[in-house]
């Protein structure tokens, strides 16, 4: 079946304005993640879902960035008034569950390439 | 907190030299260890893991032995490909301690493999 798909795959935006981003993960999986790839910080978590509810919102950077996920599919992350230090490569992940019981491998999507001017 | 510690490179090798990319971890709990790559214009792939000490982890000829003496998780391969040319990175998620898997990343290492 098909991977995790994420839209737009670059968006160069300027400074202030609003940006979406979209997630569609694999059809099926439960849990929902999403990172953000930077150049010198690495990949940094930045929110999980479980469905539709999101119990760790812990490494949003602050309260522009927020997250929503609907139907316990596809997942949408919004940056408003965008900053240059936003720049990064945005990473969603999903898994078929998340048990207690192990580990579920993460699948990871493409990426969104995010350039705040 | 956990955190995760790998070699940043970038490590430049021959074809069918030995690799070997150090990752030591740091964690208050057991986590399961985990390598992911990325390949040049797509995703993160998991490539192996490890879910307890001693564990071996393997997969398209790379491995890696989860050390628990040593907080220790280094990937090797004995003969690199040209087709191993991508960004590593080691990883660590402990879902006793947050119930679920918040992975946390190293920042991972850049290997271009010569003809």
């Known amino acids: 079946g098909a991977g995790v798909s994420q839209s737009p795959s670059n968006k160069v935006t300027e400074k202030g304005k609003d940006v979406e981003l979209r997630c569609d993960p694999i059809?099926?999986?439960?849990?929902l993640y999403w990172y953000r790839q930077s150049l010198g910080q690495g990949l940094e978590f930045l929110i999980y879902?479980?469905?539709?509810?999101?119990?760790?919102k812990s490494g949003l950077p602050s309260d522009r960035f927020s997250a929503e996920r609907t139907g316990g599919s596809v997942s949408t992350l919004t940056i408003q008034r965008t900053q240059q230090e936003d720049s990064a490569v945005y990473l969603c992940?999903?898994?078929?569950?998340?048990?207690?019981?192990?580990?579920?491998?993460?699948?990871f999507g493409p990426g969104t390439r995010l350039t705040v001017l | 907190g956990n955190s995760v510690t790998q070699m940043e490179g970038p490590v430049t090798l021959s074809e069918e030299a030995f690799l070997t990319i150090n990752c030591t971890y740091t964690?208050?709990?057991?986590?399961?260890l985990f390598w992911y790559v990325q390949y040049p214009g797509e995703g993160l792939q998991l490539l192996l893991k490890?879910?307890?000490?001693?564990d071996k982890g393997s997969n398209k000829g790379f491995e890696a032995t989860y050390r628990k003496e040593t907080t220790s998780f280094h990937l090797e391969k004995g003969s690199v490909q040209v087709s191993d040319s991508a960004v590593y990175f080691c990883?660590?998620?402990?879902?006793?301690?947050?119930?679920?898997?918040?992975?946390?990343f190293g920042p991972g290492t850049s290997l271009s493999v010569i003809p």
């Open positions: 992940a999903s898994s078929l569950r998340t048990s207690g019981r192990g580990t579920d491998t993460q699948y």
């Open positions: 990883a660590l998620s402990d879902q006793r301690k947050t119930s679920y898997d918040k992975v946390i």
């Open positions: 879902f479980q469905g539709n509810s999101a119990p760790d």
């Open positions: 490890a879910t307890k000490a001693d």
């Open positions: 059809s099926g999986h439960t849990a």
């Open positions: 964690a208050t709990g057991y986590p399961s």
